[in-house]
């Protein structure tokens, strides 16, 4: 069982920038392709990015694309999304999750707010 928290979130300006991190407990983080989320009130969580378990293959939602830059220290049980050039839609909670179906251990998420 990987037990996530994340933290970073923030209200920024458009524009601006803000580097989330994720600390997962448990040695089984280092075995999962990691991933971001976000949710916005009624609406279903979506995918924002993920990175393989050693740190390679990143991939993007197409709205991000460019903007956010995912990775991960295994050392440290870390995962982060550097997210650049901020823009009102990025406004959600974001969560970190492993890249296995069916993932039902969310932790509480950080809240990201843009403002315009």
């Known amino acids: 069982q990987v037990q996530l928290v994340e933290s970073g979130g923030g209200l920024v300006q458009s524009g601006g920038s803000l580097r989330l991190s994720c600390t997962a407990s448990g040695r089984a983080y280092r075995q999962y392709g990691m991933g971001w989320f976000r949710q916005t009130p009624g609406k279903e969580r979506e995918f924002v990015a993920s990175i393989s378990m050693i740190g390679t293959s990143p991939a993007y939602a197409a709205a991000v694309k460019v903007r956010f830059t995912i990775s991960r220290d295994n050392a440290k049980n870390a995962l982060y999304l550097q997210m650049n050039n901020l823009k009102p839609e990025d406004t959600a909670v974001y969560f970190c999750?492993?890249?296995?179906?069916?993932?039902?251990?969310w932790g509480q998420g950080t809240q990201v707010t843009v403002s315009s």
């Open positions: 999750a492993p890249m296995i179906e069916n993932f039902n251990s």
